[in-house]
């Protein structure tokens, strides 16, 4: 089983590691972290670069795709090699997944087209954009598409795929290895749970990004 994790300039770390973690403990699953050119790939910070082995030509047709996000989604957005090799390797991949705004590269490839996905809460109202539904879940599945919200969620959407792919038990064993227990010291994961002035400064906050972009 070959799961390749797409890396551009900027991508944001977690949304490719936390899957990673999951999916590579697959039996029989190979990770490739695949890219344009091979090399490192800086993440959005520009403190951490993932090496990358493959170029997109060398992962034809890998069993699961999964996309992340991240500020660089914004550079992923116009068609060329990024979207034509999402198209071929959608057209032979049992799964096809993304997490955050790599949702938003997905649609921009025209493969969400009339489907249901999620992504970052801030940019969720994207979607519509490309014939998307929006919904506003941690993990939307929606026949062999399936997206996570923030970041984090990808994690859980790991998990998911691995149990649809080899059952309760391996996910729960897979879950039980990485000590995925989540207890965060503030309830404040989602716009739904944060407090308003915070939700409110942090949608400026993105705006104001946003425009100086």
Known sequence: MQIAILLYDRFTALDAVGPYEVLARLPGATVVFAAERPGPVRADTGMLALTVGAALADVAHPDIVLVPG??????????????EWLRAADAAS???ASVC??????????????RRATSHWLALDQLAEFGVTPVSQRVVIDGKF????????GIDMALGLAGR???MELA????????YDPQPPYQAGSPGKAPR???????ARSRQASAAG
């Open 70 to 83: 991240g500020p660089g989604q914004d550079d992923q957005m116009t068609d060329g090699a990024v979207h």
């Open 94 to 96: 049992s799964w096809t």
């Open 101 to 114: 705004t790599g949702s938003l590269i997905l649609a921009a490839a025209g493969l969400l087209a009339g």
């Open 146 to 153: 399936i997206t996570a919200a923030g970041v984090s969620a």
């Open 165 to 167: 792919i080899g059952g």
């Open 172 to 179: 729960q064993a897979i879950q039980l290895s990485i000590e």
């Open 197 to 203: 002035d915070l939700v409110a400064r942090t949608r």
